[in-house]
């Protein structure tokens, strides 16, 4: 960092939000936009699907497995969602962390509440609002017809948004999603004022004494 010794540690960053609120296209596209920035991905239980690949979609293990990781520590959080088990694996996001990348969370509110407990610090927590129910609902009307959803899973959906958008307030940044490239402004301004707090810059404290001492 011009010439200097002062590196920066990665962030987490967290982007929660209903279903259809738009946090995938969102994350996408900070993906495309910055290449120090990485996804991370979860461990889960569940079977593979046709097409994905181990440790590049998922970590796929066993029941056992998984609560062995749990009971070791290996777990940043975890939860168990539709009778399958998700989690983030600990070690890959603080090697990130320790070399400077942001790792970027798709998680819900419940995670983001562990992640809180333990990680405060390198944390950085977003929630994405539509702009009105009725919007919500438009969008995921409209995303069904490719995910073939049924009229009860977006009536399921829309009830499970209404308790998620109740947790806004725990969050650090709130971003009300009524134009995406917008929302996906806002969401890169967020990054890059956060990369710039004094508690990221590893090596700062040395580099002042020695600029103050003229060395």
Known sequence: MNGTSIKRRGMMYVLSSPSGAGKTTIT?????????MIISISATTRPRRAGEVH???????TPDEFRDMVDNGEMLEHAKVFGNYYGTPRGPVEEALANGLDVIFDIDWQGTQQLSEIARDDLVTVFILPPSKQELEKRLRNRSRDTNESEREIRGRM???SDEMTHYLEYDYVIINEDIDLSINQAQLIIDAERLKRRRKVGLSDFVRRLIDGT
């Open 28 to 36: 996408r596209e900070l993906l495309k936009r910055n290449d120090d």
């Open 55 to 61: 440790a590049q979609d998922y970590y796929f293990t």
């Open 159 to 161: 009830e499970k948004a």
